[in-house]
């Protein structure tokens, strides 16, 4: 410091000009520097003026008035709350849950929000968490047990609907509910894994049987369907000899009406019928013997 001061004596400049010099610097970088922030991407940045939150700027490059102004960042992305509570089934039966909601701050809000609430922490210890609690325990005893284990998709509905109204006149969204966890007494959990697999057991024995009976009605359709042709060859059969016996009919009784119209059809048809060979005996007449007529 003592040779800086040297310095300056030789160079006849007066120490005073340059202290204030050199403050004056400071202060100006100090005022520069601390006008210009930036607003982390996924969050709002909620400028306030001697405490009093004045406005909202989205994420990027700002400036402010330094000394007077401070920022406060607000998240908008998805934020997840998770909660662990005991409640008590439609049985009365004991039931601890771990729950969870996803929800986000609506972007055009999060300065009302900051103003009513102090920020984000504030309100969900105030506003979020507790009405969360009251939609998960005002639906868990509208189910037994074994309908939380199975049909788990339906009580988390439930919740969903109603945390929903409960949260509709806040400037946020409900993204999703889960119940990530249930824990029910062992002897209880025991008594319905027992009752599961009976279930299991006799849905596969109706299985076999419909099984059997499918079995048994495709044996039944192949003999009605083999005695049905049977019965079909043996009426084309039937039809067939009636057909032949009434064609043989007709033919005999058109050979009897034309034998009868032409006697001489019957000399035709014994020429027809003869074998080529002559009578072998003659009857004689009156008084002529029988002749035998075969060759000697």
Known sequence: MKEAINTLEKLNLPIKSVG???VITVVASTGLFGSIYTVNEGHIGIIKRFSEAKEQVSPGLHFKVPLIDTVEEIEVRTRKNEERMASSTKEQMPVTLVVSVN???????ALDLFRQ????????????????????????????????IQDRASAIQAIETSFIEEMKD?????????????????KYLTSIETKQTEKNLAAAEEHKLARQNLEAQRAVNTAKAKADGIELVAIAEAKAIKLKGLAEAEAITAKAKALGNNPLIVKLTEAQNWDGKLPATMLGGQNMPILDLRAK
């Open 117 to 148: 609430y102090g920020g984000l922490s504030q309100f969900e210890s105030r506003i979020l968490d507790p009405r969360f609690r009251s939609a998960t325990k005002d639906v868990i005893p509208r189910y037994d047990a074994e309908q939380l």
């Open 170 to 186: 806040f400037p946020v969204s409900v993204d999703n509910i889960q119940i990530e966890n249930i824990v029910l007494p062992a």
């Open 20 to 22: 204030a010099a050199i």
């Open 103 to 109: 929800w986000t701050v609506d972007k055009s809000a």
